[in-house]
């Protein structure tokens, strides 16, 4: 199983990056896909979720409006368009793959990418 999250990077306030995500090694349409975010000296908190699908969504209060998270079964990817984005933001932003029921919850997710570094400064 591999998760292999890319593109990460500097930005300014304001400004947009999207995160992309490619999985391989298991059967993807199967499972849900979230994102995460641990900040230094923070706890790994929960930013988005999407369904097998792609027809359900969920969102962190503090993303929600200006991150959009999808999916592409047929390309085994998962997205996370951040707009807006604030230093508030920054951390190092994880995929990982679940099988919920509650997406928002660290343990319902059995495999996790390595991670890539957003930094946004004022």
């Known amino acids: 199983v591999q998760l292999q999250a890319y593109g990460g990077g500097s930005v300014l306030a304001g400004g947009s990056l999207i995160l992309s995500c490619a999985a391989s090694?298991?059967?993807?349409?199967?499972?849900?896909m979230g994102w995460f975010r641990q900040a230094p000296g923070k706890e790994r908190e929960f930013v988005a979720a999407v369904n097998w699908n792609g027809d359900y969504t969920q969102y962190n209060d503090s993303v929600k409006g200006r991150f959009v998270i999808s999916r592409d079964n047929a390309k085994k990817m998962v997205y996370l368009q951040m707009n807006s984005l604030t230093p508030e933001d920054t951390a190092v932003y994880y995929c990982?793959?679940?099988?919920?029921?509650?997406?928002?919850?660290?343990?319902?997710?059995?495999?996790w990418g390595q991670g890539t570094l957003v930094t946004v400064s004022s």
């Open positions: 990982a793959a679940g099988q919920g029921p509650k997406y928002s919850s660290i343990r319902s997710y059995g495999f």
């Open positions: 090694g298991f059967i993807f349409e199967n499972w849900g």
